[in-house]
């Protein structure tokens, strides 16, 4: 009846679970990168070292990293709605639970352990086979407005996160971030979100179509998950991802120490990379749709070599220019790589196989993410200043550049197609 009433409409219900998965996004991967908002004030109230406040950080995103993969074997049993409403929980009960914190303690368990066990339903992966299965040929649309949830959040999360910070203080701020999200976004994605198509008395063929024909695709290692670990584009993927998880943590987690070190305010510095946000939310929508058409690796390695240009201006420059073109230059490449590295792994190894290989990928993203949040703020703690972190983030661009340049994407197109 569900699946009958829908049609009735016109209204794909696909676009439902997109729409949920976008609000979750919103708030869930802005609250995840909004650390940076709270560095200095939690700094000065705790006095410990910025390595010393960076490494729970570490911990957080590496368990991220680590639940992801366990999530997507935990959605091929349960899943996707119970998996994505428990993670989008987790993450709830971490922010709220900071408002509580009396030491760096309580960092390690709420923002280091509640909110990292939090990727095994809010994260990319959770939503990766899901949406394989609701827009089949639209995949990389698809993924691009999910990941864009993300970007969205950016711009409008974290300036008000700074608003609140000045006018609660970040105890409060933490407190009504984290009930927000447990009255109002776990109901949303609870009651919204549906498994598969069949659920709602639909097929994958009641998908939206594109205009123009996307190529006709194959799935060249359709196997057990296992046996896909070796082959080259899993490699290649698990390798570039790496870079985009240590190179985002550069500046989601120091970026407005860094702006303010230099003599910029912390609203200058969150306000900027809150515009970065904006613009990802440009890139990520224009990268996704393309690579249906046109194929997904030429884009991704642009977005590595836009990102490394960012992180070189700010190296050699800063004034009152690059504070604001840095994270402008940075964001409009942020989330980009997620949905073309994501539907990369869904072309080449299928629906069956994308949650838990993409949840692999996405420990290589984390493992990066957590070696940046230390590594930076160490660098900071040896030499006074972020300029090593920033020129190590821009040589492992170049590299991911390359090394995405090497997958061979002809092998998920039909002999003969276009």
């Known amino acids: 009846m569900s699946g ?22 919103l708030f869930g991967g802005a609250l995840r990168h909004s650390f940076g908002v709270f560095f200095k004030p939690i700094l000065e109230e705790l006095d410990v070292s910025r390595a010393a406040l960076s490494l729970p950080v570490a911990l957080s995103l590496i368990l991220f990293g680590i639940s992801q993969p366990v999530g997507g074997l935990l959605i091929n049993r349960f899943g996707s709605r119970t998996i994505i409403t428990t993670g989008v929980s987790l993450t709830g009960l971490a922010i709220l639970g900071m408002s509580q914190i009396s030491s760096i303690w309580g960092i390690y368990f709420f923002y280091g352990l509640v909110l990292g066990l939090s990727g095994l339903g809010n994260s990319v992966t959770a939503v990766t086979p899901m949406l394989s299965r609701w827009f089949e040929e639209r995949r990389g649309l698809a993924f691009s ?34 009930a927000a999200v447990l009255a109002v976004i776990v109901p949303i994605c609870f009651f919204t979100i549906r498994n598969r198509p069949e659920d709602v008395g639909l097929t994958s063929a009641d998908a939206p179509a594109g205009g123009k024909k996307s190529p006709t695709r194959v ?10 670990l070796h082959k080259k584009p899993f490699v290649l993927l698990l390798s570039s991802f790496f870079t985009c998880g240590f190179t985002v943590t550069v500046i989601a987690v120091h970026w407005i120490p860094f702006a303010s070190d230099t003599g910029f305010s912390p609203a200058v510095a969150a306000t900027a990379f809150a515009v970065g946000g904006a613009l990802n939310t440009i890139g990520v929508l224009v990268t996704g749709p393309l690579s249906d058409k046109y194929g997904r690796k030429i884009p991704l390695s642009l977005v590595y070599l836009v ?10 420059f800063k004034n009152d ?57 160490y660098i900071f703690d040896v030499t006074g200043s972020y300029d090593l972190a920033f020129a190590l983030a821009a040589y492992l661009c170049v590299q991911a550049a390359a090394i995405v340049y090497l ?3 002809k092998k998920t197109r039909q002999s003969g197609a276009p």
Not at 4 to 25: D, M, Q
Not at 307 to 316: A, E, K, V, W
Request: aromatic letters at 16%; a neutral charge.
């Open 145 to 178: 407005i999910a990941a864009s949830g993300s970007s969205l959040g950016q711009l409008l999360i974290i300036p008000a996160l700074a608003l609140m910070l000045a006018a609660l203080g970040w105890r409060s701020t933490f407190f009504w971030s984290g």
């Open 219 to 228: 799935v060249p290692y359709d196997l057990p998950w296992v046996q896909c």
């Open 407 to 409: 997958i061979d994407e």
């Open 321 to 377: 220019l690059t504070v604001w073109a840095t994270p402008m230059i940075v964001g409009l490449s942020w989330i980009a790589s997620v949905p073309l590295t994501s539907a990369l792994t869904g072309d080449f190894f299928g629906p069956r196989n994308v949650g838990v290989l993409f949840g692999l990928i996405s420990v290589s993203h984390q493992l990066g993410a957590g070696l940046s949040a230390w590594l930076s703020g």
């Open 4 to 25: 009958e009433k829908t049609a009735s409409r016109g209204i794909y219900y696909g676009w439902y679970i997109l729409a949920a998965v976008f609000i979750f996004r």
């Open 307 to 316: 990102r490394c240009s960012g992180f070189l201006l700010f190296i050699f």
